[in-house]
């Protein structure tokens, strides 16, 4: 790391109002050190605890980061129910923390997928936080973007079937009202760990004008100054959102 790197300064008035991020390559970090899948797993969540952390003190109103796609349900059976069992043992261990610091906890995704007493921890973690003011922590879990615009449509679908919806009302604003995403923000920025350059089915309507960010460095191994640099990229940017700024 360069010495210029510890000294990128933020501009606090444009920090994104909302953080996605693609935490990705935990499996690859552990297998470069010799080590079962599960221990990026492990290490991904201390990697997680900090980076919510950073974005807490930062200000920044929301992070949604994407924990469990609808496409790793295709994983082996024992990784799955590690990542499930790290899933649970934090939302049990970070509700205090959570409550201290006024953060609201909010899952996106088919959550009826998961087993009973993890969708009850889930629930329950969202409803104990539900009044927290101070951020918003969102996790993705069993989430596709293409499974929730479908989800969306067959919700207006069958609005316009019993006459509650006029289908000339269709529109973005309306959409928008059926996805999981409703009560947030669309993200200005999305952060994808690894050196994988795609989304993965991650909130393809939500990120039509989100500006993209990639790093080789694998999730385990990110941390703060990774993010400052991330968010420090961000603030380079001009986002013009289809228009043009002449001088
Ligand atoms: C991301 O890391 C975590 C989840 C998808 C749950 P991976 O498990 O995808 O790690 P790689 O990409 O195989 O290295
Ligand atoms: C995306 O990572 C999903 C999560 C980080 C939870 P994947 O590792 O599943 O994505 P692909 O398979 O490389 O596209
Ligand atoms: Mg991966």
Not at 82 to 87: A, H, K
Not at 92 to 104: P, R
Not at 194 to 221: H, K, V
Request: net charge neutral.
């Amino acid at each position: 790391m360069s010495s210029q790197d510890f000294d990128l300064i933020l501009d606090p008035s444009k920090l994104p109002e909302h953080v996605a991020i693609i935490m990705d390559g935990n499996g690859r970090w552990a297998k470069k050190k010799g080590l079962p899948r599960i221990y990026g797993h492990k290490k991904g969540v201390e990697t997680a605890k900090k980076i919510i952390l950073k974005t807490y003190e930062l200000g920044i109103p929301v992070l949604t980061l994407f924990a469990f796609s609808k496409e790793n349900w295709e994983r082996p059976k024992s990784e799955i129910e590690t990542i499930f069992e790290l899933l649970k043992f934090y939302l049990e261990n970070e509700l205090e923390n959570m409550q201290k610091k006024e953060i609201k906890f909010v899952a996106i995704g088919d959550i009826e997928d998961f087993p009973k007493d993890l969708q009850k921890r889930i629930k329950y973690t969202e409803d104990v936080t539900k009044e927290n003011k101070k951020m918003k922590l969102c996790l993705a879990l069993s989430y596709g973007g293409r499974t929730e615009i479908i989800r969306a449509t067959k919700i207006i679908a069958d609005k316009v079937k019993k006459g509650e919806v006029d289908p000339e009302e269709i529109n973005e604003k309306l959409f928008r009202k059926f996805l999981y995403t409703a009560d947030l923000p669309d993200p200005d920025l999305l952060i994808r760990t690894s050196g994988e350059l795609r989304i993965s089915n991650f909130l393809l309507f939500q990120m039509a004008y989100t500006e993209f960010y990639f790093t080789p460095i694998c999730w385990p191994d990110f941390d703060e100054k990774e993010y400052i640099k991330a968010l420090y990229s961000y603030q380079q940017r001009e986002r013009r959102f289809g228009r043009i700024y002449e001088f």
